[in-house]
């Protein structure tokens, strides 16, 4: 996803100078950050629905994820801003492309914080507390939150590539880290 919006704030930057952007070309941008934005939106549920609970349960006091909570509220109104962005965009609004850059760059700026503080806060737990059956089942809560969004019915070019987290301290008792959560792609 820090790949993604770096990339689209690029983009969006060349068109606000003056590239041309042909009606197919800027409903392909909109139609590619909103599956980006429902994604964003997902991982973020599944991290607050699935993975929270998760991690208080097996650590107590020893993992604290209110600012982590916190964040996810902060991201959601930026998505619907970039959302709108994009509408504006497909509408051929003036400046659209200007706003959506802005809107971008500071989503990517946000989301990169976020993603090193969940790093720091939650990696170390998981390698600590939680058992293989407990993040085999986040995992794959967050396996159909992605398949829902990335499915080929719905973008037969969404390819989407993860960064894996740290390795398990005890490869018996402890989960690898798995795409999908945490991921800085
Ligand atoms: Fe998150």
């Known amino acids: 996803m820090l790949a993604d919006t770096a990339r689209f704030a690029a983009l969006a930057g060349e068109l606000a100078a003056g590239t041309p952007c042909a009606p197919r070309r800027a409903r392909a941008v ?105 993040w085999e089942k986040v995992e794959a809560a967050a396996r159909c939150a992605v398949a829902a969004v990335w499915s080929p019915s719905r973008s037969a070019s969404s390819a989407r590539t993860v960064s894996t987290g740290p390795k398990a301290t005890d490869p018996e008792s402890r989960p690898a880290m798995v795409p999908a959560l945490g991921s800085r792609s």
């Open 30 to 134: 909109a139609d590619y950050l909103g599956l980006l934005c429902d994604s964003i939106h997902h991982h973020h549920r599944i991290e607050d629905e699935v993975l929270w609970p998760t991690l208080t349960a097996a650590a107590g006091d020893a993992v604290d994820v209110r600012e982590l909570t916190d964040d996810h509220a902060q991201l959601d109104p930026m998505l619907a801003e970039i959302r709108a962005a994009c509408a504006d965009l497909v509408a051929r609004r003036p400046d659209a492309a200007g706003v959506l850059a802005e809107r971008l760059t500071r989503l990517h700026t946000v989301l990169d914080e976020h993603i090193a503080d969940e790093e720091r806060t939650v990696f170390p737990i998981v390698a600590a507390y939680v058992t293989t059956a407990q």
